[in-house]
């Protein structure tokens, strides 16, 4: 088509005002050029750690937004049949990514997986000594004599004789009896007198709401070293081939997240209707209690950051504890190079 010499094609007009609307946008949130091109729908499989909860309230805002399909993703979200299964699937190939914890990413690499973490989800530990009032059980030294439940995981029994040392119990006084993961149910029915295990965000709020008043004590505020409680997880050789499919992916779930924190009730909303079975009354209130540990506490840090110091000190603590028998080598369990602004 000819063009009178002095005249602009409308339809080149119209093609400058995208790009600079897509550059204020970028702008706007504050992220780096990363370079991926969104593709026709990707396929890409995540598998969460267990039943969708308020954990995941970010993943959920991202694929009710668009956040995905405006990367070139076609996500599919996953929950696993057992929590021990999303690593067995990853190391099998049967995800691309997988929600975790940052004990059992050190305890599958002690196993030989090739497997590394690739964004903190839930910062800090969630798990925590949970009883109700009427057991008295105040601080870690009240548990002298008493019945503790646990998932009847070793890590979490660890943690239980880390505590018991720092307050000068003796392990032998405390009867740890595993329950599964009906932890609320075994002290409701009395058959415990606290448990090891339940999350601060979520079982205790369970608790408030049913009117009981339960005493909570997250693991690292009793002596246990502090860890970040989920983690995204790859394998580490397919980052190579697949680093920008990844890198897309959790630029969506960054925003997915600080579209959260901006509005919580939203974000819930978009978790609930995903989810229909889910008591958006819980999920709104374990929501905007754990807003702060979705994001770094160091300035300057993008969504997703893992400390590399912080992951060594607990792998020695593992190694102290005889979780594992080398020293991890935490440095190589995780990276940040796919995190929004990393890694150019």
């Not at 609930?272 to 807003?291: E, G, I, W, Y």
Request: net charge positive.
């Amino acid at each position: 088509m000819s063009v009178r010499r002095g005249r602009v094609p409308a339809s080149r007009v119209l093609a400058g005002l995208l790009a600079l609307v897509a550059l204020l946008a970028l702008v706007g949130c504050g992220e780096k050029q990363e370079g991926t091109t969104p593709g026709a729908g990707r396929p890409f499989r995540l598998v969460l750690d267990f039943f969708p909860n308020a954990n995941h309230v970010g993943i959920y805002a991202a694929q009710a937004d668009g956040d995905f399909a405006a990367a070139g993703l076609a996500v599919k979200i996953e929950s696993p049949g057992d929590p021990a299964a999303p690593l067995r699937l990853l190391a099998a190939g049967r995800a691309d990514l997988v929600i975790s914890y940052e004990p059992e990413v050190l305890l599958a690499r002690a196993k030989g997986l090739r497997v590394v973490s690739v964004a903190a989800l839930v910062q800090r530990p969630l798990t925590s000594i949970v009883a109700l009032d009427a057991k008295r059980i105040r601080t870690p030294a009240d548990l002298r004599g008493k019945r503790v439940g646990t998932a009847g995981i070793p890590y979490q029994s660890a943690y239980l004789r880390t505590i018991l040392a720092r307050a000068g119990v003796p392990a032998r006084s405390v009867r740890e009896t595993s329950v599964g993961f009906d932890l609320i149910p075994a002290m409701l029915g009395r058959k415990v007198d606290a448990t090891l295990g339940a999350y601060w965000n979520y079982e205790a709020i369970q608790l408030e709401q049913k009117g009981k008043r339960p005493r909570v004590i997250p693991v690292d505020r009793a002596g246990v070293p502090t860890y970040d409680e989920l983690v995204l997880v790859a394998r580490q050789d397919t980052l190579p081939r697949e680093g920008a499919k990844v890198r897309s992916f959790l630029q969506a779930v960054a925003r997915g997240y600080r579209a959260a924190r901006a509005d919580p009730a939203r974000a819930v909303g978009q978790l609930v209707r995903a989810n229909p079975d889910l008591d958006r009354r819980l999920q709104l209130a374990s929501v905007k209690r754990t807003l702060p540990l979705f994001f770094p506490a160091a300035p300057g840090k993008p969504w997703g950051y893992a400390d590399p110091a912080r992951w060594q000190a607990f792998g020695d603590w593992m190694l102290a504890a005889k979780l594992v028998t080398r020293p991890p080598r935490a440095a190589s369990a995780l990276t940040n190079e796919f995190l929004p602004g990393e890694g150019l």
